[in-house]
């Protein structure tokens, strides 16, 4: 069956530019995460959605971060006026209670 | 969530069994003890977890130590494929939460 997918793969933006990035997870799947990581870091959680509900957005690392899952499936992470330090690989992973599938996450460059 | 600690790179021959330790001084009784690994440009996947029993599945097994303080993840016959970065995470079996991912241990399989 389909995993979870991202799009895109692969964003450039130029430092200032909004950002969105998009996360399709398993179908059926209630949990969804959002995580960052850094080069040679392990992914750091930003948000995590219960269906269309935001319950943490602990980790999100400025008012610049928002996430949405409007209608509890698709989720999209918006990063505005982006920064050269927002430059990471971004996973999207959704989950059962036991285990968290993830996505092959979105590489993004700020230059 | 405990911390862990992992060496952070190890080597081991194709087909030899690669062992990986981990180190949760801090884990508390209800915490389970979680295996994922990361290849390259692609996002974690899902190994093992367990809570004190040693486990085994087709990818591989999971020693914990009876004090709980240490385990040990398996591969009993690496092959080229396994070379990825495996993280070690302690968890409460308690509905979807978030991973809290230390650095992991970069694990190369040798020809």
């Known amino acids: 069956g389909a995993g979870v997918s991202q799009s895109p793969r692969y964003k450039v933006a130029k430092r200032g530019q909004d950002v969105a990035l998009r996360c399709d997870p398993i179908s059926g799947h209630v949990s969804l995460f959002w995580y960052q990581q850094a080069l040679g870091q392990g992914p750091e959680f930003l948000t995590y959605f219960q269906n269309e509900a935001q319950l943490d957005k602990s980790g999100l690392p400025s008012d610049r971060f928002f996430a949405e899952r409007p209608e509890g499936s698709v989720s999209t992470l918006k990063i505005q006026r982006t920064q050269q330090e927002d430059s990471a690989v971004y996973l999207c992973?959704?989950?059962?209670?036991?285990?968290?599938?993830f996505g092959p996450g979105t590489r993004l460059t700020v230059l | 969530d405990a911390k862990t600690t992992q060496p952070p790179s190890m080597d081991c021959a194709e087909g030899r069994a690669a062992n990986l330790p981990c180190n949760h001084s801090?884990?508390?009784?209800?915490?389970?003890v979680y295996w994922y690994r990361q290849i390259h440009s692609q996002g974690p996947q899902y190994i093992i977890h367990?809570?004190?029993n040693n486990e085994t599945n087709e990818m591989a097994s999971l020693i914990i130590t009876e004090d709980r303080k240490s385990s040990t993840l398996i591969l009993p016959h690496a092959t080229l494929r396994d070379t990825a970065v495996y993280y070690c995470i302690v968890r409460v079996l308690r509905g979807a939460q978030k991973l809290v991912f230390g650095q992991g241990t970069r694990l190369t399989i040798n020809p």
């Open positions: 801090t884990i508390s009784g209800n915490e389970y």
């Open positions: 367990g809570l004190k």
């Open positions: 992973a959704s989950s059962t209670d036991n285990e968290q599938f």
